[in-house]
C-alpha cells in the first residue's frame, strides 16, 4: 500500500512490471485499481547482457514503457482470476488422487492382488467393498468377489482368481492409509466444486452452452471458462486463440516446402482440458468430433488425430461463447457429403485392393412433385 501511495504523490499513472512466476501477483493486485499497469513477458525486454542489475532493469523497462514499446500480457478481470486459481487447485488435487490411486494397484501387485486387472476402478463401489473385506482378512476370494456390483457381477470367476495373493499385515497397513488420503482428497475436491461452481455464476450461460460440445463435462466446460474468460474480443479471430493455447500448427515454410507443423507452447491447464475433451469426443457415436479424429487418425496417427480434434472444439468454443449460441452438431457423415466423389474413390480404392473389381454408376435421384 505504501508503494501505491507513493506513485500516486509522484502523479504516475502508468506502471510496467515483468511477469516472473508468481511474485508479481501480490503488487499487481495493490497496483490495478489506481494505475494503468503492463504485466510484461520478461523474454521480450532483455536488456544488454552483461549489465543486468534489479536497478538498471527497472530503468531499462521505465524506458521502454516511456516510449511505448512494451505490449502487455492479458491479465484476466479478478472474477476470472479467483475461477481460475480455484479450477487450477482442483486439478492439482484430482491429479494428486490418481498418483494416489496408482499407488494403491502398486500396494495390490506387491500383494499378488491383480484387482486392477479387472476392474477398471479400484476405488468405484466395487472395488472399495472389495478393498474393505480384504483389509479386514476374514474373506476368502470367492466371497469378496461376491461383493462386486453391477456389471462386475460377470467377472465373479475372473475377480475370485485375481484376489487370491498373500497379503500381509503392512500391506493392509498400506492400503489403509492411501485409502484415508484419497478419502480426504474427495472431501477436498467435494468442497472445491461448490466453491467453483458459487465463482461461476457470473459466467453461467457460457459453461452451460460448452456442455452441450460432445467430450466437455461440466468440469472441462468451467476450466476453458476460467482460462480463456467469455470476453472473445481480446483474440483478434478463433486462429488466435488456437495459437495462444499452443493448439494451432506452427508455420515453418522454406523454399516454397512446408517442414515442421508442430503445435506452438500454451496454456497448460487449458491444454490438460482439452485433451481430455478430444479424447472423450474421439469415443463418441455419431459426431463430427469422432468423425473426424477417425479419419485423420486412420492417415497421420492418433497423437496427430487428437491435436486436431483439441484445435476443432477450442474454434467451436470460441464461436458459441462469442455468439452465445449451442452446439450445432454436423453428424458422422459431414466428410462425406462434404466431398463425394473423393470419398467414393477412396472406398473405391480400399475394395481394389482386396481384390475387387468396382464400376461405379450414378444413381439418378428422382425429382420431388
Request: proline share 3%; aromatic share 6%.
Amino acid at each position: 500500500m505504501a508503494l501505491s501511495d507513493w506513485l500516486l504523490e509522484q502523479g504516475i499513472t502508468h506502471v510496467a512490471m515483468e511477469s516472473t512466476g508468481e511474485y508479481w501477483k501480490p503488487v499487481f493486485n495493490i497496483l490495478e485499481n489506481n494505475f494503468e499497469v503492463l504485466l510484461v513477458n520478461a523474454q521480450h525486454i532483455k536488456a544488454v547482457p552483461g549489465h543486468k542489475t534489479d536497478v538498471k532493469d527497472s530503468e531499462w523497462i521505465a524506458e521502454l514503457l516511456r516510449h511505448g514499446l512494451l505490449k502487455a500480457s492479458f491479465v484476466p478481470p479478478l472474477g476470472q482470476r479467483e475461477l481460475r486459481e480455484l479450477t487450477r487447485y482442483r486439478s492439482t488435487f484430482v491429479k494428486e488422487r490418481a498418483t494416489l490411486v496408482n499407488r494403491i494397484h502398486k500396494a495390490l501387485e506387491s500383494a499378488n492382488i491383480k484387482l486392477a486387472s479387472v476392474a477398471t476402478d479400484v476405488t468405484g463401489v466395487s472395488g472399495r467393498a472389495i478393498l474393505q473385506a480384504l483389509l479386514e482378512g476374514k474373506s476368502t476370494p470367492n466371497e469378496m468377489a461376491g461383493l462386486a456390483k453391477g456389471r462386475m457381477r460377470e467377472k465373479r470367476e475372473e475377480l475370485t482368481k485375481a484376489l487370491e495373493g498373500h497379503v500381509k499385515a503392512h500391506h493392509r497397513f498400506v492400503l489403509t492409509e492411501l485409502l484415508c488420503q484419497i478419502d480426504s482428497l474427495d472431501e477436498a475436491i467435494g468442497r472445491f466444486d461448490e466453491q467453483i461452481v458459487e465463482h461461476c455464476r457470473p459466467f453461467e450461460e457460457s459453461v452451460a452452452l460448452l456442455d452441450t460440445i460432445p467430450g466437455i463435462a461440466r468440469e472441462t466446460a468451467e476450466i476453458i471458462v476460467a482460462e480463456i474468460g467469455t470476453d472473445m474480443s481480446r483474440f483478434p479471430s478463433a486462429n488466435h486463440l488456437a495459437s495462444w493455447a499452443g493448439v494451432a500448427p506452427g508455420n515453418n515454410e522454406s523454399a516454397g516446402k512446408r517442414r515442421s507443423g508442430k503445435t506452438t507452447k500454451g496454456n497448460h491447464a487449458l491444454g490438460v482440458a482439452l485433451n481430455q475433451a478430444a479424447n472423450a469426443a474421439s469415443h463418441t457415436k455419431n459426431t463430427y468430433l469422432s468423425a473426424q479424429y477417425h479419419r485423420i487418425a486412420a492417415r497421420r496417427g492418433k497423437k496427430k488425430a487428437i491435436v486436431a480434434v483439441e484445435h476443432s472444439i477450442l474454434i467451436i468454443a470460441y464461436h458459441i461463447i462469442q455468439d452465445k449460441t449451442p452446439y450445432h452438431e454436423l453428424g458422422s457423415d459431414y466428410f462425406d457429403k462434404r466431398r463425394p466423389e473423393t470419398t467414393a474413390k477412396r472406398l473405391v480404392k480400399r475394395l481394389e485392393h482386396l481384390g475387387f473389381q468396382v464400376a461405379l454408376q450414378q444413381r439418378q435421384v428422382p425429382l420431388a412433385t
